[in-house]
């Protein structure tokens, strides 16, 4: 079965420096990938996505991701963080099918960032 | 820009009563999702729909779940009688499409659903 993986539950950076959150994943071909974010009380934001093409995508927010078919990861980074980054985040990915994906998202654990002024 | 609305935001009922959760997808998506999170606890799949009919569904949706496109525009989760252990944020979610660029789940901010 599919399963992610976020490492790290917290982390801590100071305003302005950067960051990278880590996902890995467990499956046997490329998945569809999505990063998204919770602030307190609110839904989830897609950040970005990937599912193919240039390894590297772009997404809101000024935050990127980069896909690694070789250490199965799609990790998050964001060169200066914002007081306004702090929020939890969570990567998920889906199975592609020839017809289209599943529809079933599996999410990761989260990861809580705490920006530091 | 559109988005995904849920009502109501919150909703506190008594154990063994039927909840209905409201959810209005974005109004050009074809497929719609409902998942939920328990406090502290990852964010899981329930069910997918798509033309009228439940595309796929994971375990915890039993027989005390159901879901129904009852017009144009609502999708609703129905709990029939609720547990201590429905207790949760549901949210729902829409796609446009479900392959390529088209295929990203769009959030509603969530029903909160506490069951005492």
């Known amino acids: 079965a599919q399963s992610v993986t976020q490492p790290d539950i917290h982390i801590t950076v100071s305003e302005g420096a950067s960051l990278e959150l880590r996902c890995n994943y467990s499956?046997?071909?490329?998945?569809?990938l999505f990063w998204y974010v919770q602030s307190p009380g609110q839904g989830l934001q897609l950040l970005l996505k990937?599912?193919?093409?240039?390894?590297l995508v772009q997404g809101i927010k000024g935050f990127e991701a980069e896909f690694k078919r070789s250490q199965s990861s799609f990790n998050l980074r964001k060169p200066s963080v914002h007081w306004s980054d702090a929020a939890e985040y969570f990567c998920?990915?889906?199975?592609?099918?020839?017809?289209?994906?599943?529809?079933?998202?599996?999410f990761g654990q989260g990861t809580t960032l705490q920006v530091k002024p | 820009e559109p988005e995904v609305t849920q009502t109501p935001s919150h909703q506190v009922t008594q154990m063994g009563q039927e909840v209905i959760l409201r959810c209005v997808p974005i109004?050009?998506?074809?497929?719609f999702y409902w998942y939920r999170q328990i406090l502290g606890q990852k964010v899981e799949f329930l069910v997918s729909?798509?033309?009228?009919?439940?595309?796929?569904k994971s375990e915890i949706f039993d027989d005390q779940f159901s879901v129904e496109r009852p017009d144009g525009s609502n999708f609703t989760l129905k709990i029939r009688s609720t547990k201590l252990e429905d207790s949760a944020m549901y949210f729902c979610?829409?796609?446009?499409?479900?392959?390529?660029?088209?295929?990203?789940?769009?959030f509603g901010p969530g029903t909160r659903l506490t069951v005492t």
């Open positions: 729909f798509y033309n009228n009919e439940i595309s796929e």
């Open positions: 109004s050009n998506h074809l497929y």
């Open positions: 499956y046997g071909a490329t998945p569809y």
């Open positions: 990937y599912f193919s093409g240039d390894t």
């Open positions: 998920a990915v889906d199975t592609p099918l020839p017809f289209g994906n599943t529809g079933k998202l599996i």
């Open positions: 979610a829409s796609s446009e499409g479900k392959r390529g660029t088209t295929y990203e789940q769009y």
